[in-house]
């Protein structure tokens, strides 16, 4: 099983979970984090260190973001892996909880 980074990342992208990742299987684009899911070790320490409850269990993911496990699976194979924790984007605060944010997602 594996982790997912859902809608509530985009153009937010804090990356507070990657500093916890023990086997550090985050991804990040431009405004969007995703997890690795043949990286991820379901260890679950990453989830409650999102800001924005943007990073479910497979097992928990809501119906509405579903999409994201496989976009997660998709970018994690073309995006640079990240490690250590960076500032988020300027207008996260403004960003989240807004839906319909997947138009927004910059590849």
Aim: charged residues 30%.
């Amino acid at each position: 099983m594996t982790f997912v980074v859902g809608e509530n990342c985009i153009k937010c992208k804090h990356t507070d979970c990657v500093e916890v990742c023990p086997v550090d299987c985050f991804y990040e684009g431009p405004n969007f984090l995703v997890i690795h899911p043949d990286e991820c070790i379901d260890c679950a320490l990453c989830e409650p260190e999102c800001p924005v409850d943007a990073i479910f269990s497979e097992d928990e993911l809501p119906e509405d973001q579903a999409a994201f496990l496989e976009l997660n699976a998709e970018l994690a194979e073309v995006w640079p892996n990240i490690t250590e924790m960076k500032e988020s984007l300027p207008d996260a605060a403004d960003w989240d909880g807004v839906k319909g944010k997947l138009q927004y997602l910059e590849r």
